[in-house]
């Protein structure tokens, strides 16, 4: 079976810091994979997505960036946070092809102070 | 007009009601639905999908799509206090930009509690 990783869990930052968060899946190859930020009051903001190694498309423009340098890992970053980025941060996986559904990581709660 | 409408509630109900959650949506080019179940401090779990009009039933759970309506709809049987969380809709297009891509448009969700 499927499952996906995130870490860290929960973390506090001040402002102006890097950022660096990771996401991995096992049990399938080739997903698809997103990170989300969740907000109070704001619902889920799809930030990134990925369709392949090296491969990003942007939804949103800000001050994070993401990478995936192996098939089944996501890292967000970012150089300096701002107040603004502090949220639940969620990362995702879907197939790539034949069905709708995206299956989401425990999550990381981040703090920015 | 935003394109997921979703009640944010909070909806309180007792033990062993029936629950329905719904969302609303403007763009008939969403043809996939999802049900997620959000715990406080968790990541949104898969509920239930769907993808044609219609009922679609799972256990204590229906989910009920009419595109017709733009209309969907999540019920509940026999709650219990271990459903009390909060209920993400979520919908798809599919997007031709990007091979293999497929985005999902979510509602703000419903939070539910079930007093026992």
């Known amino acids: 079976s499927q499952t996906i990783h995130q870490w860290p869990a929960t973390l506090v930052q001040p402002v102006g810091s890097p950022l660096s968060l990771e996401c991995t899946v096992e049990g399938t190859s080739n997903p698809n994979l997103y990170w989300y930020r969740q907000a109070a009051g704001r619902g889920l903001q799809l930030l990134f997505y990925s369709v392949g190694i090296g491969q990003i498309s942007s939804e949103v423009p800000q001050n994070l960036s993401a990478s995936r340098p192996q098939d089944r890992q996501f890292i967000l970053s970012s150089k300096k946070l701002l107040l603004s980025d502090s949220g639940f941060y969620l990362c995702a996986w879907s197939v790539q092809a034949g069905t709708y559904e995206q299956y989401f990581g425990p999550g990381t709660r981040l703090t920015v102070t | 007009q935003k394109e997921v409408e979703q009640d944010p509630g909070p909806l309180s109900v007792p033990e062993g009601a029936i629950v329905s959650l719904n969302c609303t949506y403007s763009n008939s080019a969403f043809q996939y639905f999802m049900w997620y179940r959000q715990y406080s401090r968790k990541g949104p779990e898969l509920l239930m999908y769907t993808y044609s009009s219609g009922n679609k039933e799972d256990g204590r759970f229906t989910a009920q799509v009419d595109k017709s309506s733009k209309y969907i709809s999540l019920f509940i049987r026999d709650s219990q206090p271990s459903d009390s969380a909060t209920y993400l809709c979520?919908?798809?297009?599919?997007?031709?930009?990007?091979?293999?891509?497929?985005?999902?448009?979510f509602g703000k969700g419903t939070k539910l509690s079930v007093i026992p």
């Open positions: 979520a919908m798809s297009r599919f997007r031709s930009s990007g091979a293999g891509s497929y985005q999902l448009t």
